[in-house]
């Protein structure tokens, strides 16, 4: 098992270098609408156990479903490179905090450590690339700590990936942020695990801001429209999200509803 780990972080870490991308490690999970709340609760409870210097995590954002196709929550842990994803140990400092617990702390900290994994039971995990660089672009006025929508879309093709995203990009996402319709956007592309080739995401302060980014985008004739979807093969899948937290300076956070 330690080989074929090593051989796996030696191919994604090859992938990812030579395309001067980082990594993200999206994992998705079917929660109960109705067990959300209780879920997040449990999530800023047992990540804020799990954050601390011996961590290589670089960031997370928590996402529940609005509309559409899709699980009921993603999970999107950001890293430098695929060692440090592949590598990561999110329970180093909650062992650490047991050892220095009282009998009583402990059963508390189980049992929260014990309801929180029954919601990872049957989840599922992809990691993808992305040049936050490049291939993301966002609004300095962004108000990024409200339950902002975030509309995904997942496409497969069998051209050129990166023209694809690109595309995207040009027709959708740097209008929509450069006229303030939209907060942010970027775009990924597939590298382990079971995702799309390309995944695209912008997101709004409101459904109200989406839906203008949506009659801007649907009436507009560019030439990136049309590579756009020149280059989609198959079915494709869209979901809008809400942003349920994140983490800042060190400590997961969650959403204000303003």
Sequence with gaps: MKILKTILALFISLTVTAQAETVMNISYLDVPIQKIGRFMELHEQVTNMQLGDKRTLQGQWVMSHYYGSGPSIMVQDNFNNANDALNDDPWVHVREKWQASSEEERKEMGAIVSEYQSFWNGHTDEMR?????NNHVYSEEADFNSN?????GKYNTSGNQGEMGQAYHDWVTVPAVESGVALA???????????PDVMVV?????????ATGLEGAT???????KKFWSLVEGDHEDQILI???HIVDGKFVRANSN
């Design 243 to 245: 942003h349920q937290g």
């Design 129 to 133: 690339r992305i040049d936050w660089e």
């Design 202 to 210: 912008n997101a709004y302060a409101s459904m109200h801001e989406f």
């Design 148 to 152: 902002f929508i975030l509309v995904v």
């Design 185 to 195: 956007g970027n775009f990924s592309f597939h590298l382990t695990g079971s995702g």
């Design 219 to 225: 009436s507009d004739t560019s030439d990136a429209r």
